[in-house]
C-alpha cells in the first residue's frame, strides 16, 4: 500500500485547513486508516483514524470537536478537515494505514505516507 499526504500549509489560529490522504495498491485489505503528527522535538503522536468495518471514527483528546476524519468506500481517499486551528497543531502530519483493529497504537501501522507540514501561526 503506498499512501501520499498533501494539502498541508501556513494558516492563522482559529483557521481551517483540510488534508489528504491518496492510497494505491492492496486497500481492500485494509482496516483502518488514520492521521499522526509530529511537532518539532516532540514524538509521532496519534490524531485520528477511520477503521474501514464499520467507518467508525476515533481521535486524540487533543483534536476531538476540532477535527474530522473521513474517507471513501473503495479506501482510496482519507480527509482530515481541520477546524479551529491552534499553534499547537503545527507539525508534519503523516497519512498511515494497517490492517489491526487496536488503530490507537503506532504498532498496528505498518504503511506511511511521506508527511504534508502544517504551521499555524498565533
Known amino acids: 500500500v503506498q499512501l501520499q499526504a498533501f494539502g498541508g500549509g501556513l494558516v492563522q489560529a482559529g483557521g481551517s485547513l483540510r488534508l489528504s490522504c491518496a492510497a494505491a495498491?492492496?486497500?481492500?485489505?485494509?482496516?483502518?486508516t488514520g492521521w499522526y503528527r509530529q511537532a518539532p522535538g516532540k514524538e509521532r503522536e496519534f490524531v485520528a483514524a477511520?477503521?474501514?468495518?464499520?467507518?467508525?471514527?476515533y481521535y486524540a483528546d487533543s483534536v476531538k470537536g476540532r477535527f474530522t476524519i473521513s474517507g471513501d468506500s473503495a479506501k482510496t481517499m482519507v480527509y482530515l478537515q481541520m477546524s479551529g486551528l491552534k499553534p499547537e497543531d503545527t507539525a508534519v502530519y503523516y497519512c498511515?494505514?494497517?490492517?489491526?483493529?487496536?488503530?490507537?497504537?503506532?504498532?498496528?501501522?505498518?504503511?506511511w505516507g511521506q508527511g504534508t507540514e502544517v504551521t499555524v501561526s498565533s
Open positions: 498511515t494505514a494497517g490492517h489491526n483493529a487496536r488503530v490507537h497504537l503506532i504498532s498496528s501501522y505498518p504503511y
Open positions: 477511520i477503521s474501514w468495518s464499520d467507518y467508525n471514527t
Open positions: 495498491g492492496r486497500t481492500y485489505g485494509l482496516y483502518a
